[in-house]
């Protein structure tokens, strides 16, 4: 059934007024509480590591990210729980995503989430009042979302046919399972049961090729005979050859993926020890290339750029050229398209108008010489 309108609203007159900034709020459709400009009284707990979820489309048009607001959505029946919202930068329209077959909003907090290259499709992943989730796949030229059969989504395919999910089958403590779900055959494929944080604690980050044969992921357990230690390592699995491919080994220490190319040719990661390195791997030659220091890295499909933090300050960097440019300070970036958009969070000043010292989400394209 068509999405309901109510839950469409447009930009336009906050967006235009900040793209000769450079670097523009999407205040309407993500920030979480401007106060000047919205009159909301939402108060966003303020913790250790706390951050909105946030993506983009490949090609840079399209961002989603969550907010707590309630004042986004005409009777918005969850409050203030995490809704999923995707905006149009060139329309200057978002929609929110989070919501079932029929069009209304699930009475949930969207705690993960995905955007295909093209940003036709973006996955959601919910938890419930009751303490139970689900995932599911909003269609935006339809305007329809499908429950997907399993629960943990986290990842997507470029053509959105392939959805990856983590989530603890097992009943073991912080030990969790990684799935496929392939929508055109409606099968689901376990990839392996031994997805475990490793000191670091950094989280599970999954990435797939866009065409799903190559499954990039982080993990303290060994899959392979060359891991010998137990530390974050990442690993590709080849889904046609039925092979763990140990990626990280740079040198000691943990590491955490950064992301794999869209053919699955180079693997990103980074490392969580003092070091702090982040490399670029070319599947093909077996060769690690050291780009920067820094943390929290994101690679783009294309493996041009890198998006990452050191320090405090938010940085952007040409693999090609290897050019640094800061974007933000005491920011954390949090996805990077083909074209050099980055997608930023944080709850700093980065724009005049920007007054209610909360968590917002920015976004800077990012030019290079």
């Known amino acids: 059934m068509p999405h309901n309108s109510r839950h469409t609203r447009s930009l336009s007159r906050f967006y235009s007024a900040s793209i000769a ?63 999923t919202f995707i905006l149009d930068r060139n329309s200057g329209t978002y929609k929110a995503v989070n919501v079932d077959g029929t069009g209304n909003l699930l009475p949930a907090s969207v705690t993960r989430m995905a955007v295909s290259n093209d940003g036709r499709y973006t996955l959601t992943n919910s938890t419930y009042v009751l303490g139970y989730g689900s995932s599911s796949l909003y269609d935006r030229l339809s305007g329809t979302s499908t429950s997907l059969p399993m629960t943990g989504g986290t990842a997507m395919s470029g053509d959105g046919n392939y959805i990856a999910a983590i989530r603890d089958h097992s009943g073991r403590l912080s030990q969790y399972t990684l799935s496929l779900y392939n929508r055109t055959t409606n099968q689901i494929e376990i990839i392996t049961d031994r997805i475990k944080y490793g000191s670091g604690g950094i989280g599970l980050p999954v990435s797939l090729s866009d065409d799903g044969r190559y499954v990039a992921f982080s993990t303290a357990l060994p899959l392979n005979q060359a891991d010998r230690d137990d530390q974050d390592d990442v690993y590709v699995y080849d889904r046609e050859l039925g092979q763990f491919e140990l990626v990280s080994q740079a040198g000691a220490g943990g590491f955490v993926l950064a992301g794999i190319t869209a053919d699955g040719s180079s693997v990103g990661f980074y490392g969580t020890g003092p070091s702090g390195d982040i490399f670029i791997h070319d599947r093909s030659s077996g060769n690690d290339q050291r780009l920067a220091y820094g943390i929290g890295a994101i690679l783009s499909k294309n493996g041009k750029y890198v998006a990452f933090y050191a320090g405090t300050d938010a940085r952007v960097l040409s693999v090609s050229s290897k050019q640094i440019k800061s974007v933000g300070t005491n920011s954390r970036p949090v996805a990077i398209s083909n074209n050099a958009t980055v997608v930023l969070t944080t709850d700093r000043q980065l724009v005049a108008y920007d007054n209610n010292e909360k968590h917002d989400i920015y976004m800077k394209e990012v030019v290079f010489d």
């Open 21 to 83: 900034t450079g670097l523009t709020l999407s205040m309407a459709g993500f920030a979480q509480a401007d106060i000047d400009i919205f009159g909301s009284k939402i108060q966003v707990p303020e913790g250790p590591n706390l951050y909105l979820h946030a993506t983009i489309s490949q090609d840079g048009r399209y961002v989603v990210g969550t907010s707590t607001a309630d004042y986004l959505l005409e009777n918005d029946p969850n409050g203030d729980r995490l809704d």
